[in-house]
Each structure stands twice: as structure tokens, then as C-alpha cells.
């Protein structure tokens, strides 16, 4: 059974560094095509897809924030880590992990199982 | 920049059909994009509908199709059920270990 769940500072100051954490069980992102996005969505708004992590470690990030943000994994610990930097009141949002299907040439390309979110909320 | 346009709010009526799409600002939405489709209910984590354009995510019911209609992706609700009402996120995948989403469209059964 496939399980996602995120934690992290329920709050943060302006200009402060987020650092959020996905543990996963189900699967292992040594496995060959496995990987993990970070997608936010500030309250009453859309979905924003953040960043992947494959398991060659290779990293994706979105074009507009690519700046801020840094992923990473720990294989054994099952967790990818989402680093983003300065954050901004802008930045309040509901930030959710998700698995893709796969990250291989002919995969289908969706978020297969998402986490339950956490919430952050940037104040000072 | 992408751009992902979805209706902001459609209604439909018990019973009724209903099709939502997923656009491009600029360029035709193709199956290249794997179009994708999500289901979320207030303080819900997103729920996989739809992938690769019109394959039915397990335990969906097949009241939920995907297809490409002229230069959109689309989601179609054959007999609209009540617990149907939900916002629903469409993504692509632009290439390059990118995606999109739409900015979603709020579904209203009545």
C-alpha cells in the first residue's frame, strides 16, 4: 500500500527558509523510474506543481520558483525533503507530495498517490 | 509562459452531462501531453480521475470519461451525481520534467 505524508512548520516568518519533509512507504525511490513532485495550493486556489525527484536523482523545477527551491531524498529514510527559501505571505499554502506512476520514456505521466497535505502559513 | 486555462465554474443538473475542458494558451492540447484529471473536495487532498488522456484511474467510475475534443483535452460526467460537486484540476506534461495545471474549474450539481 502506497502512502504519502508531509510535515513541516505550520507556521513561518517572512524571508525565513521552509523546510518540508515526505515520508513515504509502498515503494522505494531506488527503484528504477520511481519518483516524488511537491505541488502547493494556496487556500481557495489552484494546484502549482513545484519540483520531481527521480531516483537517479535527477531534479525538475518549476520555471518561476526554480530560484527558491531545492529537493531532495533520503532513500533509506523513504523522504524527500522540499527546501524553499525567502518565503513571502504569498507563499501560504497547503503543500502536498505525490508520487508519479512513472519517470520513464512511455510513462503515462500523473500523480498516481498524493499525500494529505500540510498547511503553511507565512506571517510574521 | 504556459498557460492552462480551465472553465472557472460550470453547472450541471442531476442526472445531466457535462464536459469540462483543459486548454492551452497558446498551441493545441494533443495526447503528447498526457493530459491528466483530479478531483478535489474542500480540505481534500486531490483524487486521480483521469491519466493519459482517457485511462480511468482504479475504482473510478466509468460515469468519468477523458478524451481530446478539437484542440482541448476534456472531461465528460455522464450522469451527474450529486457528491459529483468538486473542483477539478486538470495537468499537462509540458516535456522536460515539467507540468502544468489548469487553474481549475468548480463543478456545481443542481
Known amino acids: 500500500q502506497v502512502t504519502l505524508r508531509e510535515s513541516g512548520p505550520a507556521l513561518v516568518k517572512p524571508t525565513q527558509t521552509l523546510t518540508l519533509t515526505c515520508t513515504f512507504s509502498?515503494?522505494?525511490?531506488?527503484?528504477?523510474?520511481?519518483?516524488v513532485s511537491w505541488i502547493r495550493q494556496p487556500p481557495g486556489k489552484a494546484l502549482e506543481w513545484l519540483a520531481r525527484?527521480?531516483?537517479?536523482?535527477?531534479?525538475y523545477y518549476s520555471t518561476s520558483l526554480k530560484t527558491r527551491l531545492t529537493i531532495s531524498k533520503d532513500t533509506s529514510k523513504k523522504q524527500v525533503v522540499l527546501i524553499m527559501t525567502n518565503m513571502d505571505p504569498v507563499d501560504t499554502a497547503t503543500y502536498y507530495c505525490?508520487?508519479?506512476?512513472?519517470?520513464?520514456?512511455?510513462?503515462?505521466?500523473?500523480?498516481?498517490?498524493w499525500g494529505q497535505g500540510s498547511l503553511v502559513t507565512v506571517s510574521s | 509562459q504556459t498557460v492552462v486555462t480551465q472553465e472557472p465554474s460550470f453547472s450541471v443538473s442531476p442526472g445531466g452531462t457535462v464536459t469540462l475542458t483543459c486548454g492551452l494558451s497558446s498551441g493545441s492540447v494533443s495526447t503528447t501531453y498526457y493530459p491528466s484529471w483530479y478531483q478535489q473536495t474542500p480540505g481534500q487532498a486531490p483524487r486521480t480521475l483521469i491519466y493519459s488522456t482517457n485511462t480511468r484511474s482504479s475504482g473510478v467510475p466509468d460515469r468519468f470519461s477523458g478524451s481530446i475534443l478539437g484542440n482541448k483535452a476534456a472531461l465528460t460526467i455522464t450522469g451527474a451525481q450529486a457528491d459529483d460537486e468538486s473542483d477539478y484540476y486538470c495537468v499537462l506534461y509540458m516535456g522536460s520534467g515539467i507540468w502544468v495545471f489548469g487553474g481549475g474549474t468548480k463543478l456545481t450539481v443542481l
Open positions: 525527484i527521480d531516483w537517479d536523482d535527477d531534479k
Open positions: 505525490a508520487r508519479i506512476s512513472r519517470c520513464v520514456v512511455g510513462s503515462s505521466w500523473h500523480f498516481d498517490y
Open positions: 509502498g515503494f522505494s525511490l531506488s527503484t528504477s523510474g520511481m519518483c
